[in-house]
């Protein structure tokens, strides 16, 4: 894989989006059956906890794989389940088959199938897909919008420059593992307007739509927060990690709406 | 109100829950245009805390009330936002607009629309309508079930007899205020095979379905729990309070999917 990777033309970036959208819906395919049909869930969380892989997270993933290495060959791929596979393009696709697992396993909505396409450098293109209430965010520079049936809506964060006006989310207070993670949360949650649990990949999703001010994870892996990236940078809003820098990797990271929320955020964390 | 009421038959029971699915779809009209609208949200909750409330939710129970006085002039009413109506048939319909109203304010799909009738002594019938998703979950003691589109899924609590096998839910832990709810819900999840947080509805309703073994609420209003208390009885569940008394005036309350373990939670309870 090239360090840099080329550029993606206007052309080429809705190419990709049309085949990332579609190969997401593909997926769909082999995850609905599962959905709320309590599949038995392997415990991969060993000594760290429950972390539940169903047949359906495995089979999304081999078939969004398969589709990549048909249509595009030349690009690698990172998968949550099947890792990594080297390319020869510079371009990456990025795949959470189901971010959300215990939601997906619990029959609770707020799971999605994630994909991304990183240049070597950042990922151009993101697109979460909940097939089962059938809708589609997608974000990439061309803009960021939620589809749904027909219907195209425009995403857009919303102003909101202090904590204490803020809808503030993280997905599982108990993620928040790391040295003084819970500590630097609950100092935030404590003088924000209202704090909410649980959501997963939607916390991005709806930031992105101006109904979330801020999210605060720890622990993520780099195929839970890329592809969300582009559809809250197209929509106005920020995603750094706890410091500030760069959060591909994922790791700690912070997303904010508003850029005077996020150095707000960010002196706190 | 007659203290006892008349019993519902067959029949009526039947004609019953016909208008309360149609009575919940018809306030949905009242509230769909708002979902992710981001509309405005009262605080009602003062010194207690964020605690919204819709134009939405308002214009949910006053559709839902209106349908009610024209179609059952001589029943009783109580709803969350617009109190009690005295009746004179000894049936009360229970009414909340919208449970869930931080997830519906934050964009997330875990709320419903909530109807029971109690027939003086118990809710006889429980609706929770999801419009947003086009899900209608359905209770009495002609069977518990799931009616999306076309499609009719009966509803079975799965068997689970240990806490250790168990998935745990609670909307959110900061409801459990009271001296030691926290400690001993924690108590309870530290031993579960997965602790969840967030869902209201959603928990009682993926209880019935067989995905959720264990909910754990406190603060429950009456009309938070009647309409859900048919759903999970039909399906094989149990709904008290904590300590195993009638759940119907809501505070404390445990669902189980599976006696045994409803036993084992009281134990800790």
């Known amino acids: 894989m090239n360090s840099r990777g080329f550029p993606v033309d206007d052309l080429a970036l809705r190419e990709y989006l049309d085949f990332a959208c ?34 359906a997270d495995e089979a999304a993933e081999r078939v969004i794989r398969d589709e990549i290495r048909r249509v595009y060959p030349d690009d690698g791929i990172l998968g ?25 396993v619990t ?22 897909h909940q097939p089962y209430v059938g809708e589609t965010f997608v974000g990439s520079r061309l803009g960021s919008e939620l589809r749904r049936g027909s219907t195209r809506q425009a ?9 204490e006006d803020a809808v ?4 599982q207070p108990d993620y928040l593992i790391g040295p003084g993670e819970r500590a630097a949360f609950d ?27 801020l999210v605060i994870e720890s622990g993520l892996q780099p195929y839970d927060i890329q592809p969300m990236i582009p559809i809250v940078e ?34 706190m964390l």
């Open 187 to 213: 100092a935030i949650a404590a003088r924000a307007r209202l704090a909410r649990y649980g959501g997963d990949c939607y916390l991005f999703a709806l930031l992105a739509a101006g109904l979330v001010d």
């Open 22 to 55: 579609k190969a997401v819906e593909i997926a769909a395919g082999a995850i609905l059956p599962h959905f709320r049909s309590q599949v038995s869930a392997q415990d991969k969380g060993g000594a760290l906890g429950y972390d539940p892989v169903t047949i």
């Open 234 to 267: 197209a929509a106005g809003g920020l995603v750094t990690t706890w410091r500030g820098g760069n959060a591909n990797e994922g790791g700690q990271v912070v997303a904010a709406g508003d850029e005077r929320l996020h150095r707000a955020a960010l002196e």
């Open 80 to 104: 949550e389940e099947q890792g990594r596979l080297a390319g020869t393009s510079g371009r990456t696709w990025i795949i959470d088959p189901i971010d959300g697992t215990k939601a997906f």
């Open 107 to 128: 029959g609770q909505l707020h799971w999605g199938i994630l994909l991304a396409l990183n240049d070597g450098q950042r990922p151009v293109l993101g697109v979460m």
């Open 155 to 163: 995403l857009r964060c919303r102003p909101c420059g202090r904590i």
């Open 168 to 171: 503030v989310c993280t997905a």
